[in-house]
């Protein structure tokens, strides 16, 4: 008890320095739990989406190909689409038509992707998580009638598109019946999308299928149902890897290992930080010692061991460390939540701020063994020193 009163009571002689020196062991920490608290947070925002449609398969004419990315193949015909819904465990498929279109409202024109679906089969492509902010969805017996993306409502026409109001599509007159929710995220695509009936797709997108949504009975059907359908495609096809069926099982999967590879970069990145804390730390300790290098000697002389004068100044950087990760911990709470806000209020992304307690955890016990290790050599200089020189040592 009296070395640790000792050693607190050294660090309060010399408050300025030591408080500088705990604010960057603070710094270092606060990034880490930050960084990482927004790290699990994106990766909760983008995977508890995807769970939604867990029961979904995504099938698509084409390939992935190294250096190229996806490429497209072609398009599927109705056949391909009754093939599927023959396979066992289907609960549902829909097709769906798509094509990038000229669009025009109140004379000002711009392009974007117009999607066919027969609105009987929404649900196989949605579910229940795309809903209508404004009017109705599509039905049947509509005829030149569209929904249209948030986005393209409110946000990227000068007049903002309203339920009644027309729009011509590739030339041709609409009238929105609906405007869709905000959605964000991984279905973000769908702000910038217009929906028209599957009718309607025919006549100015064409015959050929762009896309299949599969829903099935069983999710744990789902690799297996996959691999079936790929094979039925491509044998109506006649061409080998024609179709690529995607489930989001596989796709959560590939995402989780993407957001271990980031959360390793920011932790990398935060890290430097703490680098630049310790060799703070060191330094403090080592002017500490030369400050305090006849003090050392009285005390050797006094009767005062080695170890004795070792622990004190490993107890001083380990209580910077401490105070610092403590510190630093409450700084990284609170980033992380501001960070949050302002990715929130800035892109209209929400990314919650999730602490994981072994991330605190882990965050004081690095800053505790960075403080002590980059303690240790400054204390042994100390502990070495002769008790004559030190004595004699102004």
Do not use: W
């Given at each position: ?352 701020a999730i602490l994981h307690a072994e991330v605190l955890l882990g965050g004081l016990a690095v800053a505790v063994i960075i403080g ?23």
């Amino acid at each position: 008890m009296g070395i640790f009163t000792l050693a607190l009571g050294d660090l309060r002689e010399r408050k300025a320095r030591s408080v500088l020196t705990m604010l960057g062991v603070a710094v270092g920490i606060a990034a880490i739990v930050a960084l990482m608290s927004i790290g699990f947070g994106l990766k909760y925002s983008v995977t508890s989406q995807l769970t939604e449609m867990a029961d979904t398969i995504m099938v698509m004419p084409g390939r992935f190909t190294q250096g190229r990315g996806y490429v497209m193949l072609g398009g599927f015909n109705e056949r391909d689409l009754h093939d599927v819904k023959r396979i066992s465990g289907v609960r549902e498929a829909a097709a769906m038509f798509s094509a990038v279109k000229d669009v025009e409202h109140r004379r000002e024109r711009k392009l974007f992707e117009v999607v066919g679906i027969d609105p009987k089969e929404t649900h196989a492509v949605f579910g229940k998580i795309v809903k209508e902010e404004e009017g109705r969805g599509l039905r049947e017996s509509d005829h030149k009638t569209c929904v249209v993306g948030h986005s393209i409502a409110k946000d990227l026409f000068v007049h903002e598109i309203g339920v009644n109001d027309r729009i011509k599509i590739a030339g041709r007159t609409f009238r929105v019946v609906g405007i869709l929710e905000k959605q964000g995220g991984f279905r973000s695509e769908v702000d910038t999308q217009i929906y028209i009936t599957k009718r309607d797709a025919k006549e100015i997108i064409g015959d050929e299928i762009s896309m299949i949504f599969v829903r099935v009975r069983n999710i744990e059907d789902a690799e297996r149902i996959a691999d079936e359908i790929e094979e039925r495609i491509d044998e109506n096809h006649k061409i080998e890897d024609f179709t690529q069926a995607l489930t989001m099982g596989s796709f959560i999967r590939q995402l989780e290992e993407l957001f271990k590879i980031l959360q390793a970069v920011l932790l990398a990145i935060a890290s430097i930080s703490l680098i630049v804390a310790s060799i703070g730390i060191m330094n403090t300790m080592l002017m500490s010692v030369m400050e305090r290098t006849h003090e050392i000697g009285v005390m050797k002389a006094i009767g005062a061991r080695n170890r004795d004068i070792l622990t004190i100044f490993v107890l001083e950087s380990g209580i910077i460390s401490v105070i610092g990760g403590i510190l630093g911990m409450l700084i990284g709470v609170i980033g992380a939540n501001v960070i949050s806000v302002g990715l929130g209020s800035a892109f209209g992304i929400e990314i919650p701020a999730i602490l994981h307690a072994e991330v605190l955890l882990g965050g004081l016990a690095v800053a505790v063994i960075i403080g002590v290790l980059s303690g240790v050599y400054p204390a042994m200089k100390a502990a070495r020193m002769s008790p004559v020189e030190a004595v004699r040592y102004e």
